[in-house]
């Protein structure tokens, strides 16, 4: 009865941005759970195929839509064509976003714009559209893949942490409108986690490294599989009393103020 709660056989879903890293990584804990997945990439056919490829490869269900999620007329288009080639969308996972390292004060209003679009405003976009079949047939998830930024400020990252800040209050105006057709709206926020992007600065005696570690109560890096748990379990029957939370898959970061410097 109680791992039933966790079951997403004959359940889709469609996770944006997840032909690598921590989106790749929620998706395969969501079809492990039993869920066939939707797969979308933007950047180009070929890394589309190979991530299904990865993904058949493991033995899940995985079909591969390639658009932008900031383009609505794509978003409606392939949204219509998921529906008819696939089935009627159960979950949705809105991972696809960017990151631009610049100074406020130096930064081109144009990059700005480009990451609140990519961050904060595709997540509405393809929420909005997916959402009209789940209210039609009165059930649904959405996950809003948040970060430590939607609580924390840090140097270089104010248009991401404006877009984050954001998109942890659109979740929860999506929960406050949405609730009341069975349909459950909350978010991930994840810490510093191992991928292939911060492999250069998770080396013994990085600066960074140092103090992540010693920083995060668990006194490591998150491994991508660390995101699964929370991931099925905001996509199951387990959640369905829950909504317009942010769950915080960060090893205690942002429990704690640190440690002293002089204590071990």
Excluded at 103 to 116: S, T
Excluded at 169 to 181: D, P, V
Excluded at 255 to 261: D, E, S, V
């Amino acid at each position: 009865m109680s791992l039933s709660l966790f079951d997403l056989k004959n359940k889709v879903a469609l996770v944006t941005g997840a032909t690598h890293g921590l989106g790749m990584a929620m998706a395969q804990g969501l079809g492990r759970a039993g869920a066939t997945l939707v797969i979308n990439g933007a950047s180009s056919q070929t890394k589309l195929d190979a991530a299904v490829a990865e993904y058949t490869a493991l033995g899940l269900q995985a079909h591969g839509y390639l658009f932008d999620v900031t383009n609505e007329t794509q978003v409606i288009e392939n949204i219509q064509k998921i529906e008819q080639e696939v089935g009627s969308i159960d979950i949705l996972v809105n991972n696809a976003g960017i990151i631009k390292r610049t100074p406020l004060e130096d930064m081109e209003v144009k990059d700005f714009e480009q990451v609140i679009k990519v961050d904060l405003v595709s997540p509405f976009i393809v929420s909005k559209h997916v959402v009209k079949g789940m209210i039609a047939k009165g059930e649904g998830k959405i996950i809003n893949i948040c970060s430590m930024m939607s609580e924390l400020g840090r140097n270089t990252v104010g248009a991401y942490a404006a877009a984050k800040g954001g998109l942890k209050m659109l979740t929860r105006n999506m929960a406050t409108e949405w609730a009341k057709y069975n349909v459950q709206v909350n978010g991930i926020g994840p810490g510093y986690f191992a991928t292939s992007q911060t492999a250069p600065i998770r080396t013994e005696g990085h600066p960074f490294n140092d103090f992540i570690i010693s920083r995060t109560p668990a006194g490591r890096w998150g491994d991508p599989e660390d995101l699964q748990g929370a991931t099925i379990f905001l996509a199951s029957k387990a959640s369905d009393f829950v909504n317009g939370q942010i769950i915080y898959v960060d090893g205690g970061l942002l429990a704690t103020i640190g440690k002293p410097a002089n204590e071990n």
